[in-house]
């Protein structure tokens, strides 16, 4: 029997691209429809990352299986409800900004996400988080495209500034990505003949103890299950196939 998961996707890269090579397995492998709601700041990060074709292939349209923009939603997000009426056998939350955390843990439901989360308790639909931020301390992400100004000359001509399909770069002293309008198709990256551009350096970010502690007190929740990394999802919405 079929049964659907409403994936949630918050404003975070870490993690992002191996929370979209989970859902493509588990679409493939299990017979499981996925509805993918986006947070306005999810929906930003899927688009610089370059993964929004992919969403396609996870949530290709109809009942339980579309895509759910924050944007097209009310301010009292009614698809969230959904939540609620038992339609959904599992949320899942991946990956998890440390705000939405945050939010989650207060109560709060002002987001997609949030009101998604809200919902789910409301309806006892058991949540799978996966936060970014886990454990105080350091996480290595991955940067979405970025331009390393040791390298750049700002050139006059500067080709990927002339030819970036989404008109994402703008010369402000020396060319600059504007991210809210970069889909992350990397076309840049090969104009640039010195080399500035680059996609997925790695970067090392701390974690603050708040967040650790606020991910504490969401694993307290009832119906509430925190995964540390999101190639657990697998097993965890695997096990709910009733089939
Ligand atoms: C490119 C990019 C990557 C980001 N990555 C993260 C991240 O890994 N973790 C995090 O907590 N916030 C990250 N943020 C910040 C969140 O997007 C920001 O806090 C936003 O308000 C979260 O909104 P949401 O929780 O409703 O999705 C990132 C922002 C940008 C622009």
């Keep these: 029997m079929r049964y659907n998961v409403a994936w949630c996707i918050t404003g ?32 930003e990060v899927v688009c610089v990352y370059g993964v929004l074709d992919k969403l396609n292939q996870i949530s290709p349209g109809g009942y339980y299986q579309e895509i759910i923009l924050e944007r097209e939603q009310g301010k009292g997000f009614p698809k969230a409800g959904r939540l609620a009426r038992g339609t959904y056998t599992a949320l899942v939350i991946s ?62 001509t500067c080709p990927p500034l002339k030819k970036c399909p989404s008109d994402a770069i703008k010369m402000v002293e020396k060319p600059t990505i504007d991210l809210t309008l970069c889909r992350g198709c990397k076309t840049c990256i090969d104009l640039c003949t010195y080399g500035a551009i680059s996609f997925g350096k790695e970067i090392e970010t701390r974690v603050r103890k708040i967040d650790e502690d606020n991910v504490h007190k969401l694993s307290l929740f009832e119906g509430v299950t925190i995964l540390k990394y999101p190639y657990e999802i697998y097993d965890a919405v695997s096990s709910l196939d009733v089939s």
Excluded: W
Aim: net charge negative; hydrophobic share 40%; aromatic share 8%.
């Design 95 to 156: 990956p998890t900004t440390a705000n939405t955390v945050a939010k989650m843990v207060c109560g709060i439901a002002d987001t997609l996400v949030t009101s998604a989360f809200a919902q789910a308790q409301k309806g006892n639909v058991p949540a799978y988080i996966v936060p970014t931020d886990y454990k105080e301390g350091t996480v290595v992400t991955k940067l979405p495209t970025v331009i390393d100004y040791d390298v750049c000359i700002g050139c006059d």
């Design 12 to 43: 975070a890269g870490h993690f992002l691209l191996e929370s979209f090579e989970v859902f493509l397995k588990l679409v493939k492998n299990r017979d499981v429809k996925v509805t993918t709601l986006l947070s306005g700041a999810g929906e």
